[in-house]
């Protein structure tokens, strides 16, 4: 995959140009269904089903094409030298259109862990979270991982194996910046977070997993 940068750039530039027409598509959309206005709170579910519906209409081949990149700069990240992981988290950091998608494509990976490619899926989604390298909020990482992990019990993988491979790749941090991202993995099991929100959830879906197989 030699020519990522470039395919990176070009995407880039048409994605500048459809988020033009996705937010003149998302304006006329939310005219048309009365959510935008002096006083109005619309709810989650409507801001969400209009930016579909203005997605749709202003095309969605160019969110194809993304979503097929950050597939393969997964895969690339991890078969990479740690110089080359460094210059994938800056390009896409620095690549403001695609950096504005990113951040949905890793919310979406635990609904991406299912079916035959499971494990592909879970390990492609661990390296965007690495690729991201914390410049989400802490919250929203926290709560994407827990996710995550509970969806790989859910669908029978042994999410810890894993989890310590991509730690072992992520941004280990230096004293003049940078994420800090594989001491983030490495201690999520022993947080707070994991304890409270995330322990019990994956006990469930392990013990569904479990269940499943036993009846098949």
Not at 108 to 119: F, K
Request: charge should be neutral; glycine fraction near 10%.
């Amino acid at each position: 995959m030699d020519d990522w940068e470039a395919r990176l750039t070009a995407l880039e530039g048409r994605l500048r140009e459809w988020n033009v027409r996705f937010e003149e598509e998302l304006a006329k959309v939310s005219k048309e269904r009365g959510i935008r206005g002096f006083l109005r709170r619309p709810g989650p579910d409507a801001l969400r089903a209009a930016a579909e519906e203005a997605q749709r209409r202003a095309g969605t081949e160019v969110l194809g094409v993304f979503a097929a990149l950050a597939d393969e700069l997964c895969d690339l990240y991890e078969a990479s030298l740690p110089q080359d992981r460094a210059k994938i988290r800056a390009r896409v950091g620095s690549a403001e259109n695609v950096f504005g998608l990113f951040w949905s494509y890793v919310e979406q990976g635990p609904e991406r862990v299912r079916g035959p490619n499971a494990d592909k899926s879970f390990r492609r989604a661990l390296l965007a979270l690495a690729i991201d390298d914390l410049r989400a909020g802490i919250e929203q990482v926290d709560e994407v991982l827990g996710r995550l992990l509970v969806a790989a019990a859910a669908a029978g993988i042994d999410w810890k194996p894993h989890l310590a491979e991509v730690a072992r790749i992520a941004n280990k941090g230096m004293a003049g910046g940078g994420g800090g991202m594989r001491e983030y993995l490495t201690d999520y099991e022993g947080s707070a977070y994991f304890r409270d929100g995330v322990a019990e959830r994956l006990r469930e879906a392990a013990r569904g997993a479990l269940s499943a197989r036993t009846s098949a």
